[in-house]
């Protein structure tokens, strides 16, 4: 039986210092993203001291000036474009993996399992420099296309990991009962498992999304053209030697922390399932 | 039924694939020459504007090549350069620091350009770093600048603290503490962040070679020489005094000192140009003088730039040709008078022009006066230039953090760096 | 499994297995043949030299210096992602009228690309213009400034911080799930005999979020030990190697110093290390499951 295991534990406590205390919380640990805010919006000049928790005059011109100044344009676009190509890819391929990990077992499979799991303990410095080797005998240096190859590989283990997990809580009898209706399994798979999958599916996607779209040294590494790069490259760059605009770079940095955030919190809730697989009782 | 289904996803996953790498098809034809510079180029005032209608004139006069940019923040350059010249991509037109092109000559990575540079029009009026690109009468590369490093100050701040123009360091110091003391703005100002290994470098470079000293002689390590010493000691008195900013990363000086916070840095007469398109009232009152260290004018180093065409490249005749339009009388007016650079060949700048920008004639006998060693890794050691400067900048962190004070640091400095070179092929 | 089933599954699975292949495990075996050979990027080809890379790596003062750091960084990033991860589990648990909200408003950090976390950190930490500066210096019990990028000693911590800002919400999400697992019945019973919240705390949820609280310490491990864009964006591994990880110092032997062999074998290195910690893992968890009430 799932209970609320610890909350019991604090009924003496009382349930105004524990919301209070998560206020103080997120007061603290989300300082980080306010500053970042407040930075952006700031009007005066950036050298001021002390700086102000409040600007005096918040000003939005730095959110137009990343996009005029400098091209970001772009670089979100590439951005886009290329996480969710390799989101796409990555589900397309690691469903069906997941599906036959979940229903078939074979030592074969078994081994399959666990180089899935290997790959999560290697080093990207490690693959970086062969990588760089393979991607320019292939030609697929400097090419977005090469960027979403390398993101899908990265993603098809945990997307495969994550999806066994929910298939693995789909009871087979409903693709048994479909089979003897006189379904193959592939269509039982499509037709019955797949939909009661959608939370995995999503989360899956956001994992992979998120993956491509963080990523810096391997588009830092393997893009050269200006005009091919992500934006987390581009907010390096930003930092540069003639100027140094942190109001832009807040900016940016925070048009670019959008996706991610708003992507997370709509699949917040099937993470844990996922992530934990089974580790946890009950 | 699932052979179906198979088929389905695996023409999906073809297409997807041949969509998005379609743009890179239809992006090679072969009249394509490609020309690499560096993204500061773009951003810089004037610069971007210069560049843009060079390259609508070489169109025109060229229909059958398009010229295509790429760009690259400056500080990566010369990491980024190497990795896309290893990978064989190399662009046909590249641009190089002045101080990489022995790197990159030794490494036999550029085309000779004798061949066309002898019946060129321009091929005597190039400016003396030219030789620089010169190895046993092979000329591989075309001087595009040269940006000695000079003192930049701002007159209104050292007037008000009612102190002139410092031609050492002693007055440099009794300068920045009275700026601090009667304006309340930071006297000087170098890279003092030791994360930009580069940079931080680079500020070494200024005063060890302004003082006549350097970090290498002979091909040895040279960092316990008392020169060196007291060159930094003298950068680290500032810091102690609060009288040049910690953790300074070089953009933010260069800002400060356009905003009119900052009374004095040496620094590249790029940032002159910054000055005029950020902060234009205050151009008149920024003066260019020789950096006041032992050495004088004799003592900057230098930036710059040279044009050349790598050895891959696959268009090399089509290469040439822009080199040869940069170099132009036209366009080599315009660099110096409306970007207020020195060009790769000699321009007579007009009376009203030096009347205007004064500074001009001091930065040519700077650029006239410099000797060549200006490698931003010390002599005899350029092609390790990144571990040699990382090692020299790990001890001056020790210095800029408070832990050792200098002689110290660059004792263990110079043996860190004689234990290395002993690693060093041959 | 029939015949025509096996044909199916090697069909399903065969883009997934190719993909991984090609593009993680060739590379896998492309890097240890590297590490075997002496490759300058530029220049002379590649040069047979067996073993004696790793030879020579196990000599080296930077080797050395970088495998410390490692262990220092790792230890501080997973101690205090757990620590806060484990404060935020267990408030978020008890404090049911802010949980909805909170819990998504926690999770932000990891949602958050590593480049933005290192921007802004670093814009809070600057030396001249920093809010922490300010806000510590108002306490009165700090120096007025602080130089948390450019001191030695301090950089570590700096790095820890952000890496354990952003790695927090793995953990307090795995053990929130951990804790909500644990069944009722068993606090009901020890209330029944009279148990005190900290006997309670200590007998029954600590070893219910001990299975939940391995995987968490496994996977912070393992990631902190990966952790390169990061620290590399943020310090370049200096000032004076003081945050110089091994995943670091494997990016500027390779591309900074353009040493590819030396690079591919701390590479192999640390994939060795990784296993060998994983697996020694495996078995100290498995043992103290079998021990466990």
Redesign the interface.
């Known amino acids: 039986m799932r209970g609320r295991g610890g909350h019991r534990v604090y009924r003496r406590a009382g349930q105004a210092t524990a919301n209070l205390a998560v206020v103080a919380l997120i007061t603290v640990l989300l300082f980080p993203v306010y500053w970042m805010l407040i930075s952006s919006l700031r009007g005066e000049s950036q050298f001021s001291f002390p700086p102000k928790f409040f600007p005096s005059h918040p000003s939005a011109t730095s959110y137009v000036q990343i996009f005029t100044q400098k091209p970001l344009g772009t670089w979100l676009l590439n951005s886009i474009v290329v996480s969710l190509a390799s989101t796409v890819m990555s589900i397309v391929v690691s469903a069906p993996a997941a599906f036959v990990l979940s229903r078939f077992r074979s030592v074969a499979l078994t081994s399959f399992s666990v180089a899935i799991l290997v790959t999560q303990m290697l080093p990207a410095t490690l693959l970086i420099i062969p990588m760089y080797f393979l991607f320019r005998t292939l030609r697929l240096l400097d090419s977005l296309t090469g960027l979403v190859l390398v993101y899908t590989a990265f993603a098809i283990p945990l997307s495969v990991w994550i999806l066994r997990g929910f298939f693995d809580t789909i009871p087979r009898e409903l693709e048994e009962s479909a089979k003897i209706d006189g379904c193959t399994e592939l269509t039982a798979f499509r037709r019955i498992t797949l939909p009661l999958s959608l939370p995995g599916l999503a989360a899956t996607g956001v994992f992979a999304f998120v993956l491509a779209w963080n990523d810096f040294f391997f588009a830092k590494t393997f893009i050269n053209s200006q005009w091919k790069w992500v934006v987390t490259v581009g907010l390096s760059s930003l930092s540069g030697w003639y100027v140094l605009e942190w109001q832009q770079t807040m900016a940016a940095s925070a048009v670019f922390a959008i996706p991610p955030a708003i992507a997370f919190l709509f699949v917040q809730r099937y993470l844990v399932g996922g992530l934990t697989g089974g580790a946890v009782k009950g | ?2 052979i179906r ?2 088929r389905i ?2 023409t ?2 073809v297409a ?2 041949v969509v ?2 379609a ?2 098809i239809k992006a090679a034809p072969t009249t394509i020459v490609s020309l690499d510079f560096p ?2 180029m773009w ?2 005032p004037g610069v971007g504007e210069y560049f843009n209608d060079a390259i609508a004139e070489f169109e025109r006069e060229n229909p059958s090549i398009k010229i295509r940019r ?7 350059w010369e ?2 350069m ?8 190399a662009p046909d037109v590249l641009k190089l620091f002045t101080n990489n092109v022995p790197f990159f000559v030794d ?1 036999g ?1 550029l085309e000779p350009l004798n061949r066309w540079l002898d019946n060129a029009p321009f091929k005597n009026r190039l400016i003396g770093v030219q030789k620089v690109a010169v190895r046993d009468g092979k000329v591989y590369g075309v001087a595009l600048t040269a940006s000695p490093h000079g003192f930049l100050y701002n007159k209104k701040l050292l007037d008000a603290a009612g102190v002139r123009v410092p031609t050492t360091p002693a007055e440099l110091f009794e300068a920045a503490r009275a700026v601090k003391a009667r304006t309340g703005q930071f006297g000087y100002a170098f890279a ?6 580069l ?1 931080a470098y680079i500020a070494l470079m200024q005063w060890t070679i302004g003082n006549g000293t350097d970090f290498s002689r002979e091909g040895k390590p040279n960092c316990n020489d008392p020169k060196v010493v007291e060159s930094l000691e003298w950068m680290k008195r500032l810091l102690d005094a609060d009288l040049a ?8 000086f ?3 000192f356009w ?1 009119g ?1 900052l009374a004095m840095i040496i620094d590249g007469p ?1 940032t002159m140009t ?1 000055v005029r398109d950020r902060n234009a009232p205050l151009y008149s009152s920024i003066g260019f003088a020789p950096v006041p260290l032992a050495m004088r004018e004799a003592g900057s180093i230098t930036g710059g730039a040279f044009y050349t065409i790598p050895r891959v490249s696959k268009s090399k005749e089509q290469a040439w040709k822009w080199i040869e339009l940069i170099n132009r009388e036209k366009w080599q007016r315009r660099w110096l008078e409306e970007l207020v650079q020195i060009p790769g060949t000699v321009v007579r700048p007009s009376e009203k022009f030096l009347k205007d920008n004064q500074w001009i004639s001091t930065l040519n006998e700077l650029a006239a006066k410099q000797k060549s060693g200006f490698g931003y890794a010390a002599p005899g050691f350029e092609k ?1 230039g ?2 040699f400067r ?1 090692i020299v ?3 001056w ?2 210095v ?4 050792q004070p200098v002689k110290p640091a660059m004792d263990a400095c110079q043996a860190a760096l004689e234990r290395w070179a002993a690693t060093l092929p041959k | 499994m029939t015949a025509s089933s096996q044909r199916l599954a090697l069909i399903l699975i065969a883009p997934a297995a190719i993909l991984i292949s090609v593009v993680l495990f060739y590379p896998i075996l492309h890097g240890v043949w590297m590490s075997l050979y002496d490759i300058p990027l530029l220049g002379p080809p590649p040069k047979f030299v067996g073993l004696s890379n790793f030879a020579t790596l196990v000599m080296r003062e930077d080797f050395q210096h970088a495998f410390r750091v490692t262990l220092g960084y790792t230890a501080g990033t997973v101690a205090a992602a757990f620590g806060i991860g484990f404060l935020v589990a267990i408030l978020l648990n008890a404090a049911i009228f802010a949980r909805p909200i909170a819990r998504k408003l926690l999770l932000l950090p990891w949602a958050i690309p590593e480049v933005v976390a290192v921007l802004v950190f670093a814009w809070m930490l600057d030396f001249q213009f920093g809010v922490l500066n300010y806000l510590l210096s108002l306490t009165g019990y700090f120096p007025p400034k602080i130089g948390w990028l450019l001191s030695p000693d301090l950089a570590p911590y700096a790095v820890i911080a952000v890496t354990a800002w952003k790695d927090y919400p793995l953990a307090s999400v795995m053990i929130l799930a951990g804790l909500q697992g644990i069944p009722l019945e068993l606090y009901e019973a020890a209330r029944v005999d009279g148990a005190t919240s900290f006997q309670e705390f200590r007998h029954i949820t600590m070893p219910g979020l001990r299975p939940i609280s391995a995987v968490v310490f496994l996977l912070l491990t393992l990631y902190s030990f990966k952790r390169v864009a990061l620290i590399y964006i943020m310090t370049g591994g200096g000032p004076s190697r003081s945050t110089e990880t091994l995943s670091v110092l494997t990016y500027l032997e390779g591309f900074k110093f353009f040493r590819m062999g030396s690079a591919a074998a701390i590479g192999v290195a640390m994939l060795a290390v990784t296993l060998v910690f994983t697996l020694f893992y495996y078995r100290f968890t498995m043992a103290t499951a079998e021990t466990a009430p």
């Open positions: 039924m699932r289904h198979v996803l695996a999906a996953l997807l694939l998005l790498s743009p890179q993204s500061w951003s810089e790429t760009t690259i923040p400056a500080g990566e990491d980024r190497i990795v896309t010249l290893a990978s064989g991509q490494r990575l003092s962040d030791p994360s930009d290994v940079q900013p910690r953790g300074t990363t070089v953009a933010t260069r800002r400060m905003e916070q790029w910054y390790f990144p571990e990382r900048i790990d001890h962190a020790q800029l953090a408070g832990r």
